[in-house]
């Protein structure tokens, strides 16, 4: 029983591995960030395009249209929600992706669409794919790819680590420093999360 252990232990942990070097880069990033919360994000290159909003159109229709006229890589459509106006009345929409925002004012009384591209750097690239998920509005097959490994990657981890506590507790029945390990880990889990709620 242990050698099939081990061996599912091993393969889980060669599944999720290129997951979980995802994981710690973005962990690392957000310990270091030296970009604070409340900063503007960096500022883009800004283009101008000819833009004639359809007639009657709502907000959300003329998003959905700026959108397929666009095509901002890897983001999908900005949801209702999301849709605001801004002092002059002009319509803003931000296309997210794991490379950066795509932002967009529509500017109707100019007939043009100001666009600006923010692109993200190598560490916060590593951030947002590490929570990219089939939850979220994932758009294009790469991205819907990754969501899907990212999720095989996290029932892997679960299988590791459940195999791994049971190695730890079946094959050194009498180590003590593997009982205390696992008494330690729970312990720090448990207070970590009652700390952070």
Do not use: C
């Amino acid at each position: 029983m242990i050698t099939i252990i081990k061996k599912v232990h091993l393969y889980a942990g060669l599944v999720a591995f290129a997951a979980l070097v995802v994981y710690g880069i973005a962990g690392l990033t957000a310990t270091v960030a030296s970009r604070r919360d409340g900063e503007p994000p960096p500022a883009g290159a800004v283009r101008f395009e000819a833009y004639t909003a359809p007639t009657g159109a709502s907000d959300k229709d003329i998003a959905d249209d700026v959108h397929r006229r666009l095509q901002p890589p890897l983001a999908g459509q900005v949801p209702k929600s999301a849709l605001h106006r801004d002092q002059h009345n002009d319509l803003t929409l931000t296309f997210s992706s794991v490379n950066g925002p795509t932002r967009v004012t529509v500017l109707e009384k100019e007939g043009r669409l100001r666009v600006e591209n923010a692109r993200n750097g190598l560490w916060k690239f590593f951030n947002n794919l590490h929570s990219t998920n089939r939850a979220g509005n994932t758009p294009g097959l790469r991205l819907k790819l990754w969501a899907a490994y990212n999720e095989i990657a996290l029932w892997s981890l679960s299988l590791m680590m459940l195999s791994g506590v049971y190695l730890g507790l079946a094959s050194r029945p009498r180590f003590p420093w593997g009982k205390y390990a696992l008494a330690l880990g729970s312990t720090a889990f448990v207070v970590l999360y009652v700390v952070t709620r």
